[in-house]
């Protein structure tokens, strides 16, 4: 139980991590747990992935609360100068929220019937070391280009409704291919469309909500009579060790991007790509 409960701990740090940063929590778990596997079943492994993630989703529900949140207390006077005490619904939130929903149509319409398959034949080492490395190449380029160029949009409430739906076929392609990294495909998407990077990292952190929540409630389903075995404080150390280091991966990121580019996280991608590339062709 020791180990396993170590095993959650450095697996929840490595979620928390590498969901929120652009450089493929697939790619780092896969390669993890070649080297460090928990002494449990394979379905019950399967729900610690979930339930972990959904440590993850929680972090950006905390931190970004007041803009997601569409009821807003009415700040405006009545004639005795007294704040008024109702709420009302904030038509910026709901925009912000539609947006998010168009953004989420490619991959519940495309993505969820075509999920099987390819979690069958992408899911592995190799397919995760290519697409670590091809969209490591592509943020270096994107980033590039955009380095004499000034961004058309520079706010969460300025992405359109195509901007919006140009996102959402980019996480479409993460969502298919393991390795791509959500929030990686859904930024370099909004840079090409000239959307400048904290807006780009925001709109991807709302994005995951629906997104992530979504394929979280289904695994749920599937595994939910494991959910209360033996192992179960397994799930609830690596959901709140996710949850905690995810607040620090998502202030860091913003934090950085302020004054820096995605480049360095580029040639992560491009690096861990190659190391998984030569392991898995050596050791199979």
């Known amino acids: 139980m020791l180990y396993n409960l170590f095993v959650s701990v450095v697996l929840g740090i490595v979620q928390g991590i590498t969901e929120w940063l652009p450089v493929s929590s ?21 729900l610690f992935l979930v339930v972990i993630q959904f440590g993850s989703i929680l972090a950006v ?12 207390k009415n700040t ?17 939130t709901i925009s912000l929220w539609l947006k998010i929903i168009v953004a989420s149509l490619p991959a519940i319409i495309i993505g969820l019937p075509l999920e099987d398959f390819f979690e069958a034949h992408f899911y592995n080492g190799i397919s995760v070391a290519i697409m670590l490395i091809l969209f490591g190449i592509a943020f270096i380029v994107v980033e590039t280009k955009n380095e004499d160029r000034t961004p058309v949009c520079t706010s969460v409430g300025g992405i359109t409704y195509q901007a919006a739906l140009f996102i959402g076929f980019a996480q479409l392609i993460a969502a298919l291919f393991p390795g791509t990294s959500r929030s990686g495909a859904t930024i370099i998407a909004a840079l090409i469309i000239g959307i400048d990077r904290i807006s780009a990292a925001e709109f991807t952190f709302f994005l995951a909500i629906p997104a992530m929540f979504g394929a979280s409630l289904l695994k ?12 179960m404080i397994l799930l609830l150390v690596g959901m709140v060790v996710a949850f905690v280091v995810s607040i620090f991966a998502i202030r860091f ?20 790509g190659t190391l998984m590339m030569m392991y898995f062709l050596i050791f199979g």
Do not use: Q
């Not at 006077?77 to 910026?92: E, F, Q, R, V, W």
């Open 253 to 272: 990121l913003m934090n950085y991007i302020k004054t820096n580019n995605f480049k360095v996280f580029g040639w992560y991608r491009i690096g861990l």
């Open 26 to 46: 697939t790619g780092h778990m896969i390669l993890l747990n070649e080297f460090l596997k928990m002494n449990v079943s394979e379905d019950f492994f399967n």
């Open 76 to 92: 405006g006077k009545s004639t005795d100068g007294k704040a008024l005490g109702n709420y009302i619904i904030d038509s910026d």
């Open 61 to 72: 529900v905390v931190l970004y609360f007041n803009r997601i949140w569409p009821l807003k």
């Open 220 to 231: 749920l389903i599937k595994y939910r009579e494991l959910l209360f075995s033996s192992d």
